[in-house]
């Protein structure tokens, strides 16, 4: 969100009022110049400047406010996208975890969610930083095992990567969000199609995509 949209609205209607008499000032001194009157500057010179310069103002505060929507929506959006991608790495981190688990172990655990065969080939059945830990707190010599640390670390490194990720989405969500309730957004919001976007549990551990 930038200086002027995070401004209260009569804060915006100042600045643009300023811009407008600044502009139709300048407009109606060229117009002056360019058509020189023996008598001077007449009224229809000062009413014509000053209503392109609100023109030029409107259209350019309104595009301004459309363009920086657009840039925070799409940020939000790649912000959710790599999310995606931590999660995915999570995933693939998650199922080589549970291969060697399931080699350490002689049969299963009730640390595992009770999923189909099917199921199991397709989804990683830890599914949150805690149950993660759980597995290494059941089971404490797996603590000796290098492979299943460095596995742990990295899915432990991850999911840090994930919370602040979320953070920083729902941050960029709630400044787009406030945004379209703002002047001038408000007025075009049905035109321009502005939705808010939904914020996300920053305090849910799971590790994987909701299915």
């Not at 459309?66 to 799409?74: S, T």
């Not at 309730?181 to 502005?194: D, R, S, T, V, Y």
Request: aromatic content about 10%; glycine content about 4%; overall charge negative.
């Amino acid at each position: 969100m930038n200086f002027i949209q995070r401004q209260h609205i009569f804060i915006k209607l100042l600045f643009y009022l300023v811009i407008i008499f600044v502009a139709g000032l300048f407009l109606s001194i060229l117009m002056a110049f360019l058509i020189p009157i023996p008598d001077g500057p007449t009224d229809w010179e000062f009413s014509l400047g000053f209503l392109l310069a609100f023109i030029i103002t409107a259209i350019g505060a309104v595009m301004s406010e459309h363009n920086a929507l657009q840039r925070m929506r799409e940020k939000a959006l790649a912000t959710k996208n790599d999310l995606i991608s931590i999660q995915t790495r999570i995933e693939n981190t998650l199922f080589q975890l549970e291969s060697l688990l399931l080699h350490h172990m002689e049969h299963e655990t009730d640390i595992y969610l009770k999923v189909s065969k099917d199921d199991s080939r397709r989804y990683p059945k830890l599914r949150t930083m805690g149950e993660v830990r759980n597995s290494l707190s059941e089971f404490p010599a797996l603590r000796s095992d290098e492979t299943v640390m460095r596995l742990f670390n990295e899915i432990a490194s991850s999911h840090n990567m994930l919370m602040n990720c979320k953070l920083s989405y729902n941050a960029l969500a709630s400044d787009y969000n406030a945004g379209i309730h703002k002047f001038p957004a408000n007025l075009f919001q049905n035109i321009w199609g502005l939705s808010e976007l939904p914020y996300l549990n920053a305090e849910d551990d799971t590790l994987v995509r909701q299915e």
